[in-house]
């Protein structure tokens, strides 16, 4: 099972809310397992939580601005996810680059990642859609 086999399951059940590289562990056989759900909640269906929990450049705009979500945020952190698989670096942030926490927030909130040569259209077109 891959990472993006289990979420569509996962979502239904639990808000991971903080999904980041780190926390990813890669197998030989080319799978992908979530290894820290510290922040991982159940969401009652029909409901919605409000919450500023997870990783700055992870998270997504609606939780930045602390307003209600459900599992938009889990998403979004997969497009950056996926996206710092392929490009070797978070969509907000530069490979050691020392920044202000507010400046990535806001860079999250206003900019438009930019995509390099290694992504495939396909590749862009998932980040792009989940974000």
Not at 26 to 45: C, K, T, W, Y
Not at 84 to 113: C, L, N, T
Request: a negative charge.
């Amino acid at each position: 099972m891959s990472i993006t086999d289990c979420l569509p399951y996962t979502v239904d059940v639990v808000n991971i809310c903080d999904i980041r590289f780190i926390e990813c562990t890669s197998f030989f056989s080319g799978h992908v397992r979530i290894s820290d759900l510290g922040l991982a909640m159940e969401i009652p269906e029909g409901e919605m939580v409000r919450g500023r929990v997870g990783t700055v450049g992870y998270m997504a705009p609606e939780v930045i601005d602390n307003e209600k979500y459900t599992y938009g945020p889990d998403w979004f952190s997969l497009g950056c996810l996926i996206y710092e698989m392929i490009e070797g670096q978070a969509p907000f942030r530069a490979r050691k680059e020392k920044v202000k926490r507010e400046e990535v927030e806001r860079r999250v909130k206003e900019d438009q990642e930019k995509y390099s040569s290694k992504f495939s259209d396909e590749a862009k077109a998932i980040c792009q859609a989940v974000s």
